[in-house]
């Protein structure tokens, strides 16, 4: 399909197990974003890709967060030694460009649903 | 940490009602952003209304934004049970990444 695609779907961990989702943005598109959303809360900002360049990693909320887009286009997030505040789902969002005034359009993907039990 | 916080956290209405959605924000914006989601679609874009817009329509939407008091409202016309959904607003900071509200939780009954 042409939308933005993530895998896996749902994914079980135990607690201290290494994670990693991937992201597959629309081809083309220029600006990769990755979004944590725990239950009953919106979206929250981890990381910003533009190209392959990182420009915006503010809202991983600690160093065993990291992600990477090496080539430019799929993108993977890596969650190690991972606990019970990490369950969430995990939203992939790209976009043609962003401007300053961010008014792009973000396409989401169907996002990866984590549990860590 | 969320931008602001979207009310009522729940609605739940007949079909064929209006429903009305509200959300406040923080900060200066460019822009703001409504999307929906559900279990079968994901999170889908809506409309956007820029900071020099009070009022835009799409469809059975129709957003209005008071730059002034910091606020938007999305109202939703002759509902149907297919509007069932949650409903965030978003703004753009620094351009780029998105700040979403906590949520409202639409429920349209058949």
């Known amino acids: 399909g042409a939308g933005v695609s993530q895998s896996p779907r749902y994914k079980v961990a135990k607690r201290g197990q290494d994670v990693a989702l991937r992201c597959d943005p629309i081809?083309?598109?220029?600006?990769l974003f990755w979004y944590q959303q725990a239950l009953g809360q919106g979206p929250e900002f981890l990381t910003y890709?533009?190209?392959?360049?990182?420009?915006?990693k503010s809202g991983l909320p600690s160093d065993r967060f990291f992600a990477e887009r090496p080539e430019g286009s799929v993108s993977t997030l890596k969650i190690q030694r991972t606990q019970q505040e990490d369950s969430a789902v995990y939203l992939c969002?790209?976009?043609?460009?962003?401007?300053?005034?961010?008014?792009?359009?973000?396409?989401f993907g169907p996002g990866t649903r984590l549990t860590v039990l | 940490s969320q931008q602001g916080e979207e009310d009522p956290q729940a609605l739940s209405i007949q079909e064929g009602e209006n429903a009305t959605m509200n959300c406040s924000y923080k900060?200066?914006?460019?822009?703001l952003q409504w999307y929906r989601q559900n279990s079968g679609r994901g999170l889908v874009h809506l409309i956007l209304?820029?900071?020099?817009?009070r009022e835009k329509h799409s469809g059975r939407l129709r957003v209005t934004l008071d730059t002034s008091k910091k606020s938007s409202s999305l109202l939703i016309t002759a509902s149907r049970a297919a509007d069932t959904a949650s409903y965030f607003c978003a703004t753009p900071e620094y351009g780029n990444k998105l700040v979403f509200g906590a949520g409202t939780i639409l429920r349209v009954k058949s």
């Open positions: 081809s083309g598109h220029v600006s």
């Open positions: 900060t200066s914006i460019n822009n």
């Open positions: 969002a790209s976009s043609l460009v962003t401007g300053t005034s961010g008014t792009n359009e973000q396409f």
């Open positions: 890709f533009q190209n392959e360049a990182q420009l915006d």
């Open positions: 209304i820029r900071s020099n817009e």
